[in-house]
């Protein structure tokens, strides 16, 4: 083969691997999924996933997410724990979700120090704002302190953030660290 044919046979080689999905971008999580390699984007990922999980009721995806630690138990017993076996309740607990409700959305992720019962991790700060009709704009906020564990990111702690929290540590790192290491009991 001559050198531009071989270049050319490089090419289309890359080019069907990126057009299957491979990538050496991320490596295989959980399910088959690809996760990132950078821990912070990890992080932000697993916090937005079990804040969803947790609004909609889903325990069978949020209890897979929490630490050993904030379990209490297997991830069986949080789930029975938290249904009584029947269809899962709406995200609102009465009715669909409203209709400006949104996605979580992750803060960037912030190293936190080891504090109590809880290791060093990061700190995501999650958000959602829901706007209904007739109704002023909530924004519900949550600081979680997420840990590896077993290769993936999991959450070891959950701190609702209030107004004035926010009001006081406006600075988002300096209130996720300050709120998880207020939680370190």
Avoid: N
């Avoid at 297997?74 to 009715?95: H, L, N």
């Avoid at 979700?97 to 959305?105: D, I, L, N, S, V």
């Amino acid at each position: 083969m001559t050198r531009r044919t071989t270049h050319v046979a490089a090419l289309a080689l890359a080019a069907s691997l990126l057009a299957a999905g491979c990538s050496s971008s991320g490596e295989d999580g959980e399910g088959g999924v690809l996760a990132p390699k950078d821990p912070k984007a990890a992080a932000m990922a697993a916090a937005q996933t079990y804040m969803q999980a947790v609004k909609r009721q889903d325990w069978k995806t949020a209890c897979p997410l929490e630490s050993q630690g904030y379990l209490r138990g297997s991830v069986e017993q949080c789930i029975a724990s938290r249904t009584d076996g029947g269809p899962s309740p709406s995200p609102s607990g009465s009715g669909p979700e409203p209709a400006g409700a949104g996605q979580f959305k992750a803060s960037d992720a912030v190293e936190v120090a080891a504090v109590g019962k809880h290791p060093a991790g990061l700190g995501v700060l999650v958000a959602q704002t829901e706007t209904e009709p007739g109704k002023p704009t909530e924004t519900e906020r949550v600081a979680l302190r997420l840990v590896e564990e077993g290769g993936s990111w999991k959450v070891d702690q959950r701190e609702r953030v209030r107004a004035k929290d926010m009001a006081r540590e406006p600075d988002m790192p300096s209130l996720v660290r300050a709120l998880i290491t207020a939680g370190g009991e």
